[in-house]
């Protein structure tokens, strides 16, 4: 069975750079969008991007400046960074898998990962 | 981007009883349309996709419908465990969004 484990520290200083990765376990990366979804006070849910390899990705335009993805099969794990965050980006933040070619949407999900941006 | 409404904001309910939730996208989503349900310090749980097809083991109790831009979701007889916030996403186009939720109390 698939499970998505989130890492990654839970307080980052203002305009400093957020990272977060996302182990898989259980099954391929394979065949697969693999997404990071937020949720703030500010916005409710919002999709922040997936990443499917290293050279197919799509970002939120409102985010797209300050988000990059990377991801590595063999170790069976992808990552988010954002930089500059400000009080704004505070919130949890949640991998996710969206199977590709199916009707499926973000059908499993990580455990979530409280970022709070302070000093 | 599609702008998605959810409607009410809250609802409160007895266990056994029937309640219906709405989502309004802001332009045609074909059903592109998933629920999920979200308790409190947990991830979202994925109940229905293409806007009526339940998810593996969600029971049979909810029911998804819609098409276009207007989408609903009844839940029946309900249970205790059905308490939570209930979102809707669209998946049609990028960027994906959500609804702002409707929390479902239990009475």
């Known amino acids: 069975q698939v499970q998505l484990h989130q890492s990654g520290p839970g307080l980052v200083k203002p305009s400093q750079t957020l990272s977060l990765s996302c182990n898989v376990s259980?099954?391929?990366?394979?065949?697969?969008?693999w997404t990071w979804v937020r949720q703030t006070p500010g916005k409710g849910l919002e999709w922040i991007g997936n990443i499917y390899d290293p050279a197919n990705t799509r970002y939120n335009p409102s985010l797209k400046s300050r988000v990059s993805f990377s991801i590595d099969m063999a170790k069976m794990q992808f990552s988010l960074e954002m930089t500059s965050v400000t009080a704004a980006d505070s919130g949890v933040y949640f991998c996710a898998r969206y199977p590709s070619g199916g009707p499926l949407p973000f059908d499993l999900w990580g455990q979530g990962t409280l970022v709070t941006v302070s000093s | 981007d599609i702008q998605m409404t959810q409607s009410p904001s809250t609802l409160s309910a007895s266990v056994g009883d029937t309640v219906t939730f709405t989502c309004r996208a802001s332009?045609?989503?074909?059903?592109?349309l998933a629920w999920y349900q979200q308790k409190p310090g947990k991830a979202p749980k994925f109940l229905i996709y293409?806007?009526?097809s339940l998810d593996s083991g969600v029971p049979p109790r909810f029911r998804g419908s819609g098409s276009g831009t207007d989408f609903t979701l009844t839940i029946s007889s309900l249970q205790p465990e059905d308490f939570g916030t209930f979102y809707c996403l669209q998946y049609y186009s990028v960027p994906y969004t959500f609804g702002q939720g409707t929390n479902l109390e239990i009475k």
């Open positions: 259980g099954g391929s990366m394979n065949g697969h969008y």
């Open positions: 332009q045609s989503i074909n059903n592109w």
């Open positions: 293409k806007a009526s």
